[in-house]
């Protein structure tokens, strides 16, 4: 069978039997591709041969690529073998090859300086600005993922305890988490005096509305956040995320359990936590070789 019909026959099996999205399938063609390109003598199914995998692991990281693409490759294409195997189109034990572990990168995080710089570069006397000026408090002081922090409801928030009901996208599991006061005093200035200003604002049970009455959408408050950066002076690459990334990283900086953290953050496990841990180290080292690295 021509190479080309195999990988069209496999994508149909993803799209069907297992309900894959197109999109994903889309980013299967590009895998396939690549690796038709280091092995141009493949044409048919026939030679394809289990070595090749290694083979492709090794090409793929002599070009430098990420650990992360490695692995998401070979992946693929272990199914894919997978696949023409059990049609018996090719003979294939099915070994996993020992997949790089992705990349452990430390994420990037805003000082307590440049936090305070995000905060006065809003205008939170506008109605849009009073609503950023909320979002992006509590998104820091309650350590927020973005899908989280758009899809929060008015029923979840109970400002007499300053509590919030967290619904996470990540199991539909839910936490609940205090958040500070200067973030609460935000959320009632633009729930009291200008969320009613929206459109529809009384029909919705969301929070958080753009002018059209609907939930504000992850992109938009991507933007935002990156727009408030840039105005702020802000040179570092800043996202919501960072946010959540600078919550973490400065509550244990003022001596927050690790295990206290993970909760918060709503980690299932702790080692997902640990990470931040090392990004004080690295702060450390850092405001160390200020302090006491001689200079030339």
Do not use: W
Request: net charge neutral.
């Amino acid at each position: 069978m021509k190479i080309e019909q195999a990988m069209d026959q496999y994508a149909r099996y993803l799209l069907v039997e297992k309900g894959l999205s197109r999109k994903t399938i889309e980013d299967y063609y590009d895998d396939f591709s690549i690796f038709l390109t280091d092995f141009p003598s493949v044409k048919d199914s026939d030679d394809l041969k289990e070595e090749m995998l290694e083979g492709f692991a090794i090409e793929e990281g002599e070009k430098s690529r990420s650990r992360s693409s490695i692995a998401r490759r070979l992946s693929f294409l272990r199914g894919f073998f997978l696949f023409l195997s059990k049609q018996g189109l090719i003979d294939y034990s099915g070994e996993k090859i020992a997949l790089p572990k992705p990349e452990r990168r430390l994420p990037n995080v805003l000082s307590e300086e440049e936090i305070n710089r995000l905060f006065n570069a809003i205008d939170g006397s506008t109605n849009s600005g009073s609503r950023d000026m909320a979002m992006l408090l509590i998104m820091y002081m309650a350590g927020l993922r973005v899908s989280e922090l758009v899809n929060l409801r008015l029923s979840d928030v109970n400002a007499a305890k300053r509590l919030i009901k967290v619904r996470s996208g990540k199991g539909d599991k839910e936490r609940t988490v205090p958040v500070g006061e200067a973030a609460l005093i935000a959320y009632e200035d633009y729930v009291n005096f200008h969320r009613g200003e929206t459109k529809d604002a009384e029909k919705s049970e969301y929070c958080f509305l753009n002018k059209f009455g609907e939930p504000i959408s992850r992109v938009y408050f991507f933007l935002q956040v990156k727009k408030y950066a840039e105005m702020a002076g802000i040179g570092k690459k800043v996202s919501p995320h960072t946010l959540r990334h600078s919550f973490a990283t400065h509550l244990l900086s003022h001596g927050a359990s690790l295990r206290v953290v993970s909760s918060l953050l709503g980690h299932a496990h702790l080692e997902t936590t640990e990470i931040y841990t090392h990004v004080n180290s690295a702060r450390a080292m850092e405001e160390y070789a200020k302090a006491f690295d001689k200079k030339s």
